[in-house]
């Protein structure tokens, strides 16, 4: 049978990607990618011709699984791809490993970018308990109701959002958790990468419209004693800019 690799990529800075990345989406006989469109602009830089494409979404996962299946079966090897950075990590991917579980096929998890992992190192958040909950429900009952149950956790949250309902997020937070130290990590490998970091009280004037664009991840940390200035430091990306995300 064949193997089916995971292949994280860029969540930004296309220098990130690995080069046991770039040697397995070279070697592979097929590539199931979130969206064969994207993915098509990224393996077309590093002049990747894929043997065989096709979607692996969240609406065709049953179907696209099956046909994973069988190529694996059938002695062909293939990767994962999802849009940017690690599949099945609030992307498209669970369903399949846990089908490739169940079958007893075989599959490889490469390392590589993560915006999670990037934002809680980069924050200075607690690193040594943290919990993931990727995007809130975007009911506000719903979202509000996690929140709650989150409310004097001693550790590091880690939250993905869309820039259009951060301001809704944060309020949430704040009202749910309290006056909580907050990171909000924008733009991460790329050439507006910041890290704004303040207090949830503060939660209308930590971003400035002009910011609530681009990707973000939210942060929240437990420590009290946590400095409560507003700080937002903008750094600049060493080496090329390379981004399709953008
Ligand atoms: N699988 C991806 C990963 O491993 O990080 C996450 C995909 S999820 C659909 C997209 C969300 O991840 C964005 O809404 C944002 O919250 C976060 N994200 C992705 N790239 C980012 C970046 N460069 N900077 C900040 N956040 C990012």
Known sequence: VGTLYVVPTPIGNLEDITLRALRVLQEVDFIAAEDTRHTRKLLTHFAIRPKQFFSYHEHNVRTAGESVIRLLQAGYSGALVSDAGMPAISDPGFDLIALLVAEQLPYVVL???????????????????????????????????????????????????????????????????????????????????????????????????EMKRGEMVVLVGADPQWDPHVTQNHQSVLGEQLSIAE
């Open 111 to 209: 390392p590589g970018p993560n915006a999670a992992m990037t934002a809680l190192v980069g924050s200075g958040l607690d690193t040594k308990n943290f919990s993931f909950h990727g995007f809130l429900p975007r009911v506000a009952k719903e979202r509000r109701a996690i929140i709650e149950q989150l409310r004097g956790r001693s550790e590091t949250l880690i939250f993905y959002e869309a820039p259009h309902r951060i301001d809704k997020m944060l309020a949430d937070l704040y009202e749910g958790l309290g006056n909580c130290p907050v990171v909000i990590a924008k733009e991460l490998t790329k050439h507006h990468e910041c890290y704004v970091r303040g207090r949830l009280a503060e939660h209308q004037q930590l971003l400035p419209e």
